[in-house]
């Protein structure tokens, strides 16, 4: 049983050379509130968030995640995280406060993607006619688009899964939720730092390439909400890249599609949430239906790409021969 440092993922920095059309898609389609801009970046969060914001957008040359945001559970836990991660010698150094947060604590986990950790941060207040009636919410629930609400987890790309999960367990405390295994090894993994079922998962990663992500996904309380808002992806003329479906893993209900930089979304709704201290990893294989419960599709080929995309590189034979080695797409 690992140490409890983390409280939850915070937020994401994302990078879009469309910068306009992807706020549009995030705010009018996705359904995020603009808390703020600020350097040229927009702030969003979720209706149900409260903290001012869980995706930070701001122009770049491709789509991707720049940075992975963590909250910790208080002063002291931050501190004893900046140690170990000094000591694991993947710690970065300390970050100037951002819109909301204040000075975090950067780190590169082993796979090369850059996170933060931070304790200091801005609850979002709202006033005058978005205020809430019901006194435990962040703001009144006004739906507009697909209307998440709130940030639910990250997937990012892996040369060494086991290697990678030790790692975030040892060093951060992470809980070791599920897993998938193929002939090769164990193909998916997640864990939490929280009670839901995951907010961080990992697949593989081509050989050579470091610090991608395979999707983002946003929070919806209830099935019917993924449904609907599978209408208004399509009634913008979105296409629907995988899904509506259940995983059995997290026993979530999903769905994927790309927002205008062409990374990749997911919605979840649904799910099972767990308290157990000493949860031990429950191992899925392939043709459970870990990944599609119901059995009755198979995951496209195109959910392969990962980002910042590496189009020529993941569309060659090699590298479509490494993932169909390394698939839990059954």
């Given at each position: ?7 939850k993922l915070t937020h994401l920095v994302v990078t879009t050379p469309k910068l306009e059309e992807s706020l549009r898609c995030y705010r009018d389609v996705i359904g995020l509130e603009v808390s703020g801009e600020q350097n040229g970046s ?189 209408d208004v992806l399509l009634d913008e003329g979105i296409e629907i890249e995988f899904g509506p479906g259940r995983h059995g893993l997290g026993e979530q209900e999903y769905l994927y599609f790309r927002e205008p930089s062409g990374l990749r ?66």
């Open positions: 049983m690992t140490q409890k440092l983390l409280s927009f702030f969003l969060r979720g209706w149900g968030e409260h903290y001012k914001y869980s995706i930070e957008l701001k122009e770049g040359s491709v789509g991707s995640v720049e940075t992975i945001g963590w909250r910790t559970e208080g002063q002291h836990e931050l501190e004893m995280a900046v140690r170990r991660l000094e000591a694991s010698g993947n710690g970065i150094g300390w970050v100037e406060p951002n819109f909301g947060r204040g000075r975090a604590y950067r780190y590169m986990d082993p796979s090369g993607h850059q996170h933060e950790v931070f304790w200091e941060i801005e609850r979002y207040k709202a006033t005058g006619d978005v205020a809430p009636l019901f006194p435990n919410r962040a703001q009144k629930f006004r739906p507009r688009g697909c209307a998440v609400r709130e940030i639910d987890h990250v997937t990012m790309n892996s040369q060494d899964i086991l290697r990678d999960i030790k790692w975030f367990q040892e060093t951060l405390g992470h809980k070791y939720m599920e897993y998938i295994t193929a002939p090769r090894g164990v193909v998916f993994a997640m864990t939490t730092t929280g009670e839901r079922g995951h907010d961080m998962a990992l697949v593989p990663e081509l050989p050579g390439l470091k610090g991608r992500v395979n999707h983002i996904a946003f929070w919806l309380d209830q099935r019917v909400e993924l449904h609907r808002a599978a979304i997911e919605f979840n709704a649904g799910g099972y949430r767990n308290v157990i201290p000493d949860w031990e990893p429950v191992g899925w294989t392939v043709n459970q239906g870990a990944n599609v419960w119901y059995k009755n599709q198979a995951m496209p080929e195109s959910m392969f790409e990962s980002f910042p995309s590496e189009g020529e590189l993941e569309a060659s034979e090699d590298a479509q021969h490494h993932f169909r080695e390394t698939t839990f797409f059954q």
